[in-house]
């Protein structure tokens, strides 16, 4: 695995038991770069993938045989990922997470974790909203 500082982000092998033959590399991109790349077109995205692992793994292009990519934002049952915290992020968590009459707010945004990026916290959430629901 490894995690660059590029738009490219983490970058890793998805295949770690087969130790020769062709593999499976992963790119792993989030926040206004995986925005910036999901803008592309699925071609021009595997181009971009490939130009920048090259100077990190010389001759990725020329080994290359094929590539997809999917982009969480665009995906109709999904629409994202996880957060994306912007400065000041921490300071509206306890607004979001507060009740508006009957409707109460679950999700990993209204956790106590302002950076997220997991189901634990969801799920952290999601008991909040409960013990809030049962008035305890
Ligand atoms: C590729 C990938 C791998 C991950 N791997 C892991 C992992 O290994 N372990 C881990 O802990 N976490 C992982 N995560 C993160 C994890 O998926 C999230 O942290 C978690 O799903 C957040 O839960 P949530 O309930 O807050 O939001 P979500 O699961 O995103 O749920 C929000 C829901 O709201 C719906 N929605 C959006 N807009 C609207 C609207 N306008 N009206 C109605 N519904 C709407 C969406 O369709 C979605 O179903 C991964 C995420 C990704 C993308």
């Not at 910036?36 to 130009?51: H, K, N, Q, T, W």
């Not at 707010?105 to 959430?125: I, K, R």
């Amino acid at each position: 695995m490894l995690s660059t500082d590029g738009p490219i982000g983490t970058v890793r092998d998805a295949t770690p038991r087969r130790t020769e033959g062709r593999k499976i590399l992963e790119c792993w991109t989030s926040g206004w770069s995986a925005q910036a790349v999901a803008s592309m077109g699925p071609e021009e995205r595997i181009d971009f993938a490939l130009g920048e692992i090259e100077p990190i793994l010389p001759g990725a292009r020329e080994n290359f045989e094929l590539g997809t990519s999917i982009a969480w934002d665009d995906e109709r049952y999904i629409e994202g990922a996880y957060i994306l915290p912007e400065r000041g992020h921490h300071e509206l968590m306890e607004h979001a997470r507060r009740p508006e009459g009957r409707i109460h707010f679950a999700g990993e945004h209204t956790a106590y974790e302002p950076n997220g990026g997991s189901m634990n916290y969801a799920l952290e959430s999601a008991i909040r909203v409960v013990i809030e629901l049962s008035g305890a």
